[in-house]
RNA sequence: CGGAUAGUAGCGCAGAGGCUAGCGCACUUGCUUCGGGAGCAAGAUGUCGGAGGUUCAAGUCCUCUCUAUCCGACCA
């Protein structure tokens, strides 16, 4: 490619909506531009580099016995009515309707389209195992797009679906992609973590996320150095200390001014794990086969010194979606807000308790009444409920293991999900087993998001003067830039790389050196030829490799094509090397 | 969806009632220059986000609206 022909342009100041370092130098460089709130146009640049992010998708999922399709965006309701998600998901899916008034999405992600498909070309057990894949687009539209390329509404997505007759052939399906993931990330550049995750609207039980540790990241990963424990802050456990003592009968006490649990700790000059506080929330329920939707108020009871994960109380009382309570749907439930605790609630609230509550006691909560709480409310004996973990894993909380945990910013980059039979049996997908018997497939869905995969390598390949990113994805293998009045010779090297089949890019701009060189260094080719008069003149060519700036390297003209065709290979299997192995056992 | 901020040239910004809307970079032409964002000269570029209003006069004041960004709610 030609300079002097590029369409897009790089831009010496970062508009002003940047606000990483990634997303800035990938608007800087032109590789991408922003269209709207979380849409974007990916440039030649950007869209050479995603092209070879997806290639290296297609080897890694072919190589697991994968078979490319392509489902529509559009999709007709009724599948979405199938399984319920219609109804379930809020206003993210963008629905309309079509010329004659049908009911039609855009599709945010492709179960139900994989399964509809499936269960017309799966009969028997003999066509079992099946896997397939697309790389297509997704919109979601989310409420808060942000951070560039990291959260976005419309982005491409490769997603596969496996197909299994039984239990094991879902997790040989599942630990091929586990470590597919590991190789896909590696031959890019990427390093990643797997942590273990919450599988959201998916639905299915066991999930593992793909993460790139970084500070701009929007989910947080609970680590343990010592047992290797990862895991989404979402589902992430620990060990709670817990404290009985003899019973003791409850007492009413005037605590005036006292709704926060620190409030109340210095009154009674007590500690915060002995108190109970209250959580009041509204989850929606809503019926998957019509839609129709409930709400019930949610009262979560948990240990004063732990808060309360949203999402371990949203799957502790099957909710939909849950948002806080308001303070009169506190009050018709017959609590008080700030004063609120289970005890002598209206019967039809939700009561989710959290462990450290039923295997503490004695515990201090609040009495329903304005001003005063309860010494001594004991589980069991006071009030009863639902009993799960729904607590929030923190920063130096301790690991099963016994070792300190720690806190993590990520951004997740790829998802694997057992589905299990909930799309196969909702849309039935079934097939004949060898007895003769009719069973549901059963599923699982894997996705890399690579818009965002873009997005975090260009985070991690970048230092003040631009981009750096790996010769894998990076969208010209070697920059060539001309300085000489010789323009043969500059055409011929040009041509001579291009015809090996090397990706170069050839500033031929009638632009000063300064420039060039500028522009080579934000745009971050990972090879740079200088040809200039000086080395010229000695049969040389300079070469710099844009990971190290510093170094100077002079390679013969005459050989400068074989010479070039090794520093890529080298460059190529430095990467290779960094391949993680990593054993899943389920 | 709540709170905050901002929309003036491709990008970054100035102009805060006064008549012809500006600066830097980028762009065009010419000459010089040519190893780290060159110099000189000449030029082109704007429905001042949109609609309505106040005024002799509106980027500038008022009302509504649209869009974007950030914080939160939310989210694979």
């Known amino acids: 490619m030609r300079m002097s022909k590029m369409f897009s342009r790089t831009l010496r100041e970062a508009p002003s909506t940047a606000d990483s370092k990634g997303y800035e130098l990938l608007l800087r460089a032109g590789f991408v531009r922003q269209m709207g709130a979380g849409i974007f146009s990916l440039l030649p640049l950007g869209y050479r580099t995603t092209t070879k992010i997806e290639n290296i998708i297609r080897e890694e999922m072919d190589e697991i ?76 539209d989310d409420a808060r797009p942000r951070a560039g390329l990291i959260r976005v509404r419309e982005f491409t997505m490769k997603d596969s679906y496996s197909f299994d007759r039984n239990i094991e052939g879902l997790n040989e399906q599942y630990k091929n992609h586990y470590a597919s993931y590991f190789r896909i990330f590696s031959k890019a550049g ?54 009985k003592e003899e019973e003791k009968s409850l007492e009413k006490i005037k605590t005036p001014n006292c709704k926060t649990i620190e409030e109340l700790c210095t009154l009674l000059n007590i500690e915060k794990r002995q108190t109970a506080k209250a959580v009041f929330m509204v989850g929606t329920y809503i019926d998957d086969k019509t839609g129709e939707e409930e709400e019930k108020l949610i009262i979560a009871t948990i240990r004063g010194d732990f808060d309360v994960e949203e999402n371990k109380l949203q799957k502790a009382c099957k909710a939909n979606s849950l948002r806080p309570a308001h303070e009169d749907e506190i009050k018709a439930a017959k609590m008080v807000p700030g004063y609120g605790s289970a005890i002598n609630c209206d019967p039809k609230t939700i009561i989710i308790v959290d462990d450290s509550v039923k295997k503490s006691n004695n515990l201090v909560a609040g009495a329903n009444e304005e001003e005063y709480h309860l010494l001594n409310t004991n589980y069991g004996r006071d009030y009863k409920g639902i009993v799960a973990d729904i607590a929030s894993a923190k920063d130096g909380y301790t690991c099963q293991c016994g070792h300190k945990l720690k806190e993590n910013r990520g951004i997740e980059v790829g998802n694997i999900f057992q589905l299990g039979t909930k799309y196969s049996e909702s849309m039935n997908c079934f097939f004949t087993d060898e007895d003769g018997k009719n069973k549901p497939v059963i599923m699982g ?37 001309s300085l000489i009045k010789d323009k043969e010779l500059s055409e011929k090297i040009y041509n001579d790389l291009t015809n090996k089949g090397i990706d170069v890019l050839y500033d031929d701009r009638k632009e000063s050196p300064g420039v060039k060189f500028t522009d080579a260094d934000l745009i971050g080719i990972p090879i740079r030829i200088t040809l200039g008069n000086r080395s010229v003149k000695e049969g040389k060519a300079e070469v710099k490799f844009r990971n190290n700036l510093s170094e100077n390297f002079l390679f013969n003209l005459d050989s400068i094509t074989e010479e070039i065709q090794k520093s890529i290979d080298n460059l190529k299997s430095e990467l290779t090397k960094k391949i993680i192995h990593k054993e899943l056992s389920l």
């Open 65 to 140: 016995g994968g078979q490319e399709i392509l489902m529509p965006v559009v999709n007709p309701a009724d599948i979405w009515k199938e399984t319920g998600r219609y109804y379930s998901i809020d206003k993210e899916m963008c629905r309309f309707s079509d010329r004659a008034n049908r009911d039609m999405v855009l599709a945010m992600t492709h179960e139900e389209d994989a399964t509809a498909i499936a269960r017309n070309e799966i009969g028997s057990y003999k066509k079992l195992p099946q896997l397939i894949y697309q790389i297509q687009t997704k919109w979601r």
């Open 190 to 243: 990427l390093p990643v973590i797997v942590v273990g995750a919450d599988s959201g609207m998916m639905g299915g039980k066991i999930s593992h996320e793909y993460m790139y540790l970084s500070p701009i990241g929007e989910d947080t990963i609970i680590t343990c150095d010592k047992c290797g424990y990862t895991a989404n802050r979402q589902v992430a456990v620990f060990q709670k200390e817990y404290f």
């Open 445 to 481: 869905s894997y996705g890399i998001g690579v818009g965002r995969f873009l997005a975090c390598l260009a985070e991690e390949y970048n230092d003040e003067q631009g981009l750096s990113l790996p010769i894998s994805v990076a969208p010209y293998q070697v920059h060539l830039i």
